[in-house]
């Protein structure tokens, strides 16, 4: 069974990291109109350049274009997937009507977003006229999934392209407290709609219940009480690709590339071992291990997959990462023939023997030690602010690629 890990691109440092870490798909938003409108994003103007490195990768490109739609976005909705298609994006991620029949109208390949809320093969059937990807439910369990999943083999339910319509699952990252994502939170209490890319987020805080009556609080043994933690389904990834999924996505356009990156390797080793039957609690141990490393508000291993009603809540705000990046200075130079790595530092200390990360656009994530420090061409056992230093490093920088030290948190998991 083909199986495609799908990774967020928030930037062209995640996109290149998500690329290097083996993912057969992206997706990304482009302005406003997306569910992550105010999260990392690319321009209007980057679509060409994101599809061109796509294809160069041999990577599949995916464009959310899946907020509630008004009248006035009309025009800029033919706008974006004209050049989507020109750009030969793959396709687009849609939920508004208004955005799947002009798609289908152009030739333009549509996937059904998650926003839909798709929890049967009756639906499934119907948005397979408009679809050849359908995303699921988040709260769907497995049962269900798997249901569906034979019932389009069975009924032989084909998209527009002539091919069985394909399911598409998140698998990893965060979830929302309500139904499908359609919160009207922000819009309550900011203006700000999350139907239309601009949650604030403000479920993720501490909150008191008061019965309005008496006064009296009820007593909550965590105050984050619409927080849920993130999806992680590293732990039970042979029950996800036996529900016949073929498409796993993991949240956070709007994380780090060292989140991207960590994560998709993850999951594209894991669902390698897992097609190889080599699938160990050793190896899970590991992948945790690496998932908590980055940002992470807590796991709930399996979610509404494994046919629990409710979420498993974060007790704090922010994340419970296991590590910390430091900013320390920026690339100058890469001495390819000799394979050293010149930086600028310009805050902290830098000592030899670090775990240290190197972001870029083009770079995407580098993850490695500082050995073999040199200053002024001397070797050295640190470097301040204001030094010059080169070390040895395998592959290639560039020029203001950002330069991190790894440090460990003293973070319960």
């Known amino acids: 069974m083909a199986v495609e890990i799908m990774a967020p691109a928030g930037s062209y440092e995640s996109l290149i990291a998500a690329?290097?870490?083996?993912?057969?798909?992206?997706?990304?938003g482009v302005g406003k109109l997306n569910m992550r409108s105010k999260s990392s994003n690319f321009e209007f103007d980057d679509l060409k350049k994101v599809a061109k490195i796509c294809k160069e990768h041999n990577v599949k490109s995916?464009?959310?274009?899946?907020?509630?739609?008004?009248?006035?976005?009309?025009d800029s909705i033919k706008k974006i997937c004209n050049?989507?298609?020109?750009?030969?994006?793959?396709?687009?991620?849609?939920?508004?009507?208004?955005?799947?029949?002009?798609?289908?109208?152009?030739g333009m390949e549509v996937h059904i977003s998650t926003q839909l809320n798709v929890s049967n093969i009756e639906a499934?059937?119907?948005?397979?006229?408009?679809?050849?990807?359908?995303?699921?439910?988040?709260?769907?369990?497995?049962?269900?999934?798997?249901?569906?999943?034979?019932?389009?083999?069975?009924?032989?339910?084909?998209g527009p392209s002539g091919n069985l319509v394909k399911i598409e699952l998140?698998?990893?990252?965060?979830?929302?407290?309500?139904?499908?994502?359609?919160?009207?939170?922000?819009?309550?209490?900011?203006?700000?709609?999350?139907?239309?890319?601009?949650?604030?987020?403000?479920?993720?805080?501490?909150y008191k219940v008061t019965d309005q009556e008496t006064g009296n609080e009820l007593v909550v043994d965590n105050n984050y009480i619409m927080s849920p933690k993130d999806l992680c389904t590293i732990t039970v990834l042979d029950k996800i690709l036996d529900s016949g999924a073929s498409i796993l996505k993991i949240e956070g356009r709007g994380r780090s590339p060292d989140y991207a990156y960590k994560t998709t390797k993850a999951y594209k080793e894991a669902v390698d071992a897992c097609l190889k039957g080599k699938y160990t609690k050793e190896k899970i141990e590991l992948w945790l291990n690496?998932?908590?490393?980055?940002?992470?508000?807590?796991?709930w291993h399996g979610g509404y997959y494994l046919g629990n009603n409710l979420g498993e809540w974060c007790n704090c705000y922010g994340s419970k990462a296991t590590t910390e990046k430091v900013f320390v200075g920026v690339g100058i130079n890469y001495y390819q023939k000799?394979?050293?790595?010149?930086?600028?530092?310009?805050?902290?200390?830098?000592?030899?023997?670090?775990?240290?990360?190197?972001?870029?656009?083009?770079?995407?994530?580098?993850?490695?030690?500082?050995?073999?420090?040199?200053?002024?061409?001397?070797?050295?056992?640190n470097a301040v602010k204001g030094d010059r230093i080169t070390f040895k490093l395998n592959e290639r920088i560039r020029k203001n690629d950002k330069l991190f030290v790894i440090i460990a948190k003293d973070t319960k998991i």
């Open 290 to 299: 690496e998932l908590h490393s980055v940002y992470n508000r807590g796991f």
């Open 124 to 158: 499934v059937k119907f948005y397979s006229q408009f679809a050849d990807v359908i995303v699921l439910a988040r709260e769907l369990t497995l049962k269900k999934i798997k249901h569906i999943a034979k019932e389009i083999k069975k009924q032989k339910i084909k």
């Open 62 to 74: 995916y464009l959310a274009l899946n907020t509630v739609m008004y009248d006035e976005d009309i």
């Open 83 to 106: 050049t989507a298609k020109e750009a030969g994006i793959t396709a687009i991620i849609a939920s508004d009507v208004s955005v799947i029949k002009y798609c289908n109208k152009i």
């Open 338 to 381: 000799n394979n050293v790595a010149e930086f600028l530092i310009q805050s902290q200390e830098l000592k030899e023997g670090d775990t240290i990360l190197i972001t870029g656009p083009t770079t995407g994530v580098i993850e490695a030690k500082a050995d073999s420090l040199h200053k002024d061409g001397n070797p050295s056992k």
């Open 170 to 206: 998140f698998v990893h990252g965060a979830l929302c407290v309500s139904i499908a994502g359609k919160c009207y939170m922000s819009l309550a209490l900011h203006n700000k709609s999350a139907n239309r890319g601009e949650c604030l987020q403000v479920c993720r805080g501490s």
């Open 19 to 28: 690329i290097k870490a083996g993912a057969g798909s992206v997706y990304f």
